[in-house]
């Protein structure tokens, strides 16, 4: 029997659209088919060994496919208007979004994220029911009982009116409202309901970071994200409805041979980008010419490793170190290797927001990222159901039952007649009483940044609100005291003593200069020390020795970066270290050098003799003048480039056969090159010379 395959073994064009592989084409004749890591649908070991062929024409990469079938029966495909297996309806041209029969022939329901013929709205992981699109995929509207993101209540009581708060707009916060400017401005951060601005509530907020906001129509697919960002290629989520046209986006993981491409369009066989899978990709999927209309090496499968291929062994098996694409196994080739600890492989539809991850591994609740249309959040091990991303990986909401932070209370209702109000504060709280559990009360005077919080808690630095009456000039929400807001909420300043990440060398509590930290926080002298701790030659390379030199200056309480005075056959201090125009001092203040002209002149003012902590230098093994001399590791002359190549295998091995020491005690140029050996060296002990940066 002959048998068509869509698209020359490619997916075809409404389901490739649709971003869900070959779906229902590969396999839906009941058959044994398989599909290849670059997307490609071929038959099985099985089914070929049967007699199975194929026939195909294909016109462009992914444009119009066509297919011929002889013999009993057919290939059924998506969009051809018969329901095969696998599919859950076809309408065949009518299938596609915003239909009740999708692209990818799956059925158009609430929740999947495509508004359908029957929903109001469908803003997938993010319907909900005090959201714009409820769970049922109906408009939030006054009346209905759901209290909305434009609404401040919505029930029958005397204080609602057109669901609105009687008291919102008096310049006081209720504890039924969660804030009250005074004004009828939906665009700051307070709206005209006395709700906070929050993406979703259909308002654009510059306040609170947002570049749209559609309402109900806000979903990570479509013109304005789930987070109320524009989209953009690169972000990671695909921006395949409304005027978008993208296929797929892997964010960072985008670019030229990777499953999908810089501009954000999958990485097809015949586009002359060699993918994911691909053993080849010569623009074509014209077969004969060395690479086949599969993109792999035409020739896979004859046990001789050809051109394009890595191997070649022959068989189908493809956890046994070579696939049947003549590729070693690897995540993103279409196959599920349990070698590589893989539980999923949906080779160029992998994502880390899609049903399988770049990882391949299944997409979970708890991985860290945002499964699109199946989660709204995701935290990893920080999701919780106090936590802002709860334990289902739905965020944590007034309303949803679960005290969140910023929440003093939830009962899981939008009632404000009990307990707990729809702002999810006690119900005595701001009735100007100091209640068990409250520490202040000013009643209708409560603020977040005034003296008593809406959630009747005392100003507190940490708390993430800036409370003049606290003193506080700033408050970030944590106590981190390397950032702009240091401890005690105030503003990060030369001279407060905490040093500032990425702004700041160096912050000695003062502005004085001539104490080693100036008056602009910058070091007046680079630190210099040799290493308590002896090494072998097997440093793990230039790199290994920087890591050994950081360990000893941060064991001893030293700031700033260090990196050793050591060189390969590429990089040395010369070509490598910050050349510092100032003095270069030992740990106990003893100048060496006055700059960095001075350090490589070939004398020093003091020798390298002291070590971190202060105590003398360490005292080797080796056998250089007799031995009994702190010999220092270096390969480096007095001007700061390499002594000679292949110390110790450039510092990667003791099985080397050739090194080079400095001496510690010494200040002349013998500080640096004293003495070289020959034959088993690398196995001795030295110390490091160890600059600050």
């Known amino acids: 029997m002959i048998r068509g395959l869509v698209g020359s073994g490619l997916c075809g064009v409404l389901v490739l659209v649709a971003l869900h592989g070959c779906g229902p084409v590969c396999g839906d004749d009941g058959l044994e088919w398989q599909q290849a890591g670059n997307g490609a649908c071929h038959a099985s070991a099985t089914d070929t060994a049967a007699g199975t062929t194929s026939t195909t024409s294909t016109t462009g990469t992914t444009g119009t496919s066509t297919s011929t079938t002889s013999g009993t029966g057919g290939e059924s495909v998506c969009g051809d208007g018969m329901v095969s297996p696998g599919e859950e309806c076809d309408d065949g041209p009518m299938n596609g979004a915003g239909q009740a029969c999708k692209a990818d022939c799956s059925a158009n329901t609430c929740g999947d994220g495509d508004k359908g013929p029957s929903e109001e709205c469908d803003a997938g992981a993010m319907n909900g029911d005090m959201n714009a699109c409820k769970a049922d995929c109906s408009l939030n509207v006054c009346g209905d009982g759901a209290v909305g993101p434009n609404e401040g209540c919505d029930d029958d009581t005397p204080e609602c009116v057109e669901c609105k708060l009687t008291t919102c707009g008096d310049g006081m916060v209720a504890p039924t409202e969660e804030c009250d400017d005074g004004n009828q401005d939906d665009l700051d951060g307070c709206t005209s309901v006395c709700k906070a601005a929050t993406c979703g509530d259909g308002f654009l907020q510059p306040v609170v970071d947002e570049e749209c906001d559609a309402g109900a129509d806000n979903s990570d697919n479509g013109d304005c994200t789930a987070a109320c960002k524009l989209p953009l290629c690169g972000d990671g989520l695909v921006h395949s409805s409304g005027m978008g046209t993208e296929e797929c986006d892997n964010g960072v993981d985008n670019g030229p041979g990777k499953a999908c491409k810089a501009e954000c369009m999958l990485n097809v066989c015949g586009d002359g980008d060699q993918g994911p899978g691909e053993a080849c ?413």
């Open 281 to 693: 990709d010569d623009g074509n999927v014209e077969p004969g010419d060395g690479c086949s209309d599969a993109c792999q090496a035409e020739a896979c499968g004859n046990m001789v490793v050809d051109l394009g291929e890595v191997c070649d062994d022959g068989n189908a098996d493809n956890d046994d170190g070579c696939t049947e694409l003549c590729q070693p196994p690897a995540c993103g080739d279409g196959f599920v290797q349990a070698s590589l600890d893989e539980t999923c492989d949906l080779a160029g539809l992998n994502s880390n927001t899609g049903d399988c991850t770049l990882a391949c591994q299944n997409a979970t609740c708890g991985d860290g990222f945002i499964w699109a249309g199946k989660e709204q959040c995701d935290d990893g091990k920080d999701n919780g159901n106090d936590k802002a991303c709860k334990a289902d990986c739905s965020q944590n909401v007034c309303g949803d039952g679960f005290v969140g932070p910023g929440e003093a209370c939830d009962d899981g209702n939008m009632n404000n007649n009990d307990g707990c109000t729809n702002a999810c504060k006690p119900a005595t709280c701001g009735d100007g009483f100091v209640q068990p559990g409250e520490a202040c009360d000013l009643g209708m005077m409560n603020n977040n940044n005034g003296s008593c919080t809406l959630a009747c808690t005392l100003p507190l630095c940490g708390d993430g609100f800036t409370q003049m009456v606290n003193n506080e000039e700033c408050d970030d929400g944590n106590v981190v005291n390397t950032d702009a807001c240091v401890g005690m909420c105030k503003n990060a300043v030369c001279g407060d003593g905490y040093v500032r990440a990425g702004v700041e060398e160096c912050d000695d509590g003062n502005l004085m200069n001539g104490d080693g930290c100036n008056a602009t926080c910058k070091f007046e002298a680079r630190k210099v020390f040799v290493t308590s701790t002896l090494y072998q030659g097997n440093l793990g390379g230039i790199t290994g020795a920087d890591a050994k030199c950081q360990a000893r200056a941060q064991a001893a309480g030293l700031s700033g970066t260090y990196l050793a005075w050591i060189a390969n056959n590429t990089l040395n201090p010369a070509n490598r270290f910050t050349q510092y125009n100032g003095p270069y001092v030992l740990v106990n203040g003893t100048k060496i050098a006055n700059n960095w002209a001075d350090l490589i002149d070939g004398s020093l003012l003091a020798p390298i003799n002291v070590n971190e902590l202060g105590g003398a230098a360490p005292i080797g093994n080796t056998t250089c003048a007799g031995g009994g001399y702190p010999t220092v590791w270096t390969s480096v002359i007095s001007n700061g480039s390499m002594w000679q190549p292949n110390a110790c295998v450039e510092w990667t091995s003791t099985a080397g056969t050739s090194t080079y020491w400095g001496n510690a005690n010494l200040s002349n140029s013998s500080w640096t090159a004293w003495c070289s050996g020959g034959g088993a060296v690398c196995v001795w002990t030295s110390a490091l010379y160890c600059f600050q940066q």
